[in-house]
């Protein structure tokens, strides 16, 4: 699970305790000849120059033995001097989340996140403006990641675009129950949505003061951080169940990804 409440830079020794495959310092036996190993702590200490530290980090487990120390992991980067005040106080802080692994199956690859102070619920960019950058091992290069991260923090204000539109949509009731059914299909999946039921106006109900309001902003958070969270009940068949949080951080930015793309689509 991707944890996007951290606010402090952690040292080297602190991302090793919660993701030893970082620092990594020879790839998988399976690789390639051709292959180019950088390990992704030079990535950091490159991303610590551009101004940005790791405030988090998560790697798989490894399945197999000769999978430890080279497994997929995952990097929450956040620059403190780059954040998105909103003038009705919902703070926002920017950060670049960094994927990579060391079997050769994986070039790094950079993802724009958000991360909202008001209910403490991060949520990853998807949109036309925000596609993810790769970067492949062979040929990196600090010249070619400072272009690419100053790209991706040139295009911040049109997520705060996005942003402000959705807060000035207010939803028809049908409409929030539209974007509710549609937005557990995200979660579940076509197939297994239509085996269970929901009831709607638990999901759509807030949680929090700040996220009462019929906007699509409100609405999206408020249902955003219940599907990632867990928690609401579900019946299946016969059976009543309890949601699970998603703990897997490859599915938590899929889901994150499609349910802002299912918002920006309410918001045109």
Known sequence: ????????????????????????????????????????????????????????????????????????HLLTFRNPEVVINGEDGDTVYPQILLSNSHDGKNAFKFTAGLFRMVCENGLVIATEQFEDVKMRHMGYSFEELQVNIVDMVERLPLTVESMNAMKSIELQQEQTVEFAKRALEVRFGEKQIKNIDVDINELIEPTRNEDTGGDLWSVFNVIQEKLIDGGFTYRAGSKVRKARKIKNFSQDQKINKDLFSLALEYAH
Do not use: C
């Not at 996007?4 to 993701?19: D, G, P, Y």
């Not at 610590?48 to 490894?62: F, P, Q, S, Y």
């Open 1 to 72: 699970m991707i944890n996007l409440e951290n606010t402090v830079a952690l040292s080297n020794e602190e991302i090793k305790l919660k993701a030893p495959s970082v620092f990594t310092q020879k790839p998988a036996s399976t690789v390639s000849k051709h292959y180019t190993h950088i390990p992704t702590s030079r990535v950091i200490d490159d991303m610590r120059l551009l101004g940005w530290g790791v405030v988090d980090a998560v790697e798989v487990k490894a399945r197999k033995k000769s999978t430890i120390g080279v497994q997929k």
